[in-house]
């Protein structure tokens, strides 16, 4: 059995929570958007990233440097594990002015789900 738990948040969002019996809560945006923590030597850093799914979440970690990648999912005991990479591209035709000539492209590859105890 479950519930559905209402927060409302800054920027004018509403967070629904699902509560399970268990104390497990699954946390995401109205819109539908997850959290995902960046983890670190096992242990989670201030690095969180908002998305729909995993993928997302780890393109942006990886346009940002890292290479080993574990999201955990707030709300959840899943942690997402992904490879990242980036590589600098030409800019699109039809970019605007201020955009650099060379871009950054990510790419990352998913590993694997490990879960916590």
């Not at 809560?25 to 983890?39: N, P, R, S, T, W």
């Not at 969180?48 to 440097?65: C, E, I, M, N, Y």
Request: proline share 5%; with cysteine.
């Amino acid at each position: 059995m479950a519930y559905v738990a209402q927060y409302p948040c800054f920027f004018g969002k509403v967070l629904y929570a699902l509560v399970y019996n268990d104390g497990l809560e699954e946390i995401q945006m109205a819109d539908g958007k997850k959290y995902f923590v960046l983890m670190e030597n096992g242990k989670d850093t201030t690095q969180v990233f908002a998305s729909k799914q995993p993928r997302g979440a780890a393109l942006k970690a990886a346009t940002r440097g890292h290479t080993d990648i574990k999201l955990r999912e707030r709300g959840t005991k899943r942690v997402h594990h992904f490879t990242g990479s980036i590589s600098m591209v030409p800019k699109p035709a039809g970019g605007p002015d201020w955009l650099p000539d060379q871009i950054k492209k990510a790419n990352v590859k998913k590993q694997g789900i490990l879960h916590l105890d």
